[in-house]
């Protein structure tokens, strides 16, 4: 008889993220979906009741500018603090996607209750920016799922120490704008190395001191200084050039700084 897996590498699916995603469905099925009024929000959505399963389609597709998709964010979380709670899952649904290539990589390796008590843990910070968010700044979501996956690796450096947390580099996901792509796409395009990507994720997006980065590398942080900079020059350069093929905002478009 097969053993059962009981790993996180699906398991994500069964939990905090699984049960969202029925919610969001349920309220945008039916007679009365969930919907938002595209003449309101505007930037060539259509000028219609839009509900929000298509508003979601039509976000993901490559013609989605950032502009419209911070008209639309910063509309949703409006609702979100303004009417009833259907539309905090209502945001929850729309960024399902980025959410759910989120658990994926903060779960993997993790044993499948713990990978349960990280997709919540992201779902609630999520939620929680929601009321936060400063909506007057570009980049909404890449900056909601931020905070999200500050959630989810808190709880994974609670519970799995013994498993490094970038052990690999993402792949590419679709999701415009998250700057996980950005480096992904970058190793793959060989504009820089798995291990500049490990570096810059570190110490850029999570926010973790180069020095003490450096010293559980047990190498001289000058030279890991160096190395980042080089790195983040490379990957700038490739980004203004085209070669990088994913959009840079967030933390990604200051790499150069």
């Not at 996180?8 to 995603?21: K, M, Q, V």
């Not at 290539?101 to 999520?126: K, W």
């Not at 190793?187 to 291990?195: A, N």
């Amino acid at each position: 008889m097969a053993l059962k897996d009981n790993t996180s590498s699906t398991h994500f699916n069964e939990n905090a993220l699984r049960a969202a995603d029925k919610a969001f469905h349920l309220l945008v099925t039916g007679p009365r979906p969930l919907s938002v009024d595209g003449r309101a929000i505007g930037y060539g959505l259509p000028e219609r009741p839009i509900d929000l399963l298509e508003l979601k389609e039509l976000l993901l597709k490559p013609q989605a500018g950032d502009e419209l998709k911070d008209a639309v964010w910063a509309h949703l979380v409006r609702r979100s603090r303004a009417d009833d709670p259907a539309w905090v899952i209502g945001c929850v649904g729309v960024a399902m996607p980025g959410l759910k290539n989120l658990a994926a990589r903060t779960t993997q390796g993790c044993p499948a209750h713990v990978a349960e008590d990280i997709v919540s843990e992201m779902v609630t910070y999520f939620v929680a920016q929601l009321r936060r968010i400063d909506l007057d700044r570009p980049n909404i979501l890449p900056r909601l799922l931020l905070w999200a996956k500050k959630g989810a690796l808190r709880v994974r450096a609670r519970e799995c120490s013994s498993v490094e947390i970038c052990a690999d580099v993402p792949e590419p996901v679709a999701l415009d704008g998250e700057p996980f792509m950005v480096l992904a796409e970058a190793v793959r395009c060989r504009v820089i190395s798995s291990d500049e990507a490990k570096l810059i994720n570190a110490t850029r997006l999570e926010g973790q001191a180069l020095r003490a980065y450096a010293g559980r590398l047990g190498v001289p942080a000058d030279r890991l200084y160096k190395r980042r900079r080089a790195a983040e020059a490379r990957l700038a350069r490739a980004i203004e050039e085209g070669q990088v093929s994913v959009s840079c905002d967030g933390p990604a478009s200051n790499l150069a700084c």
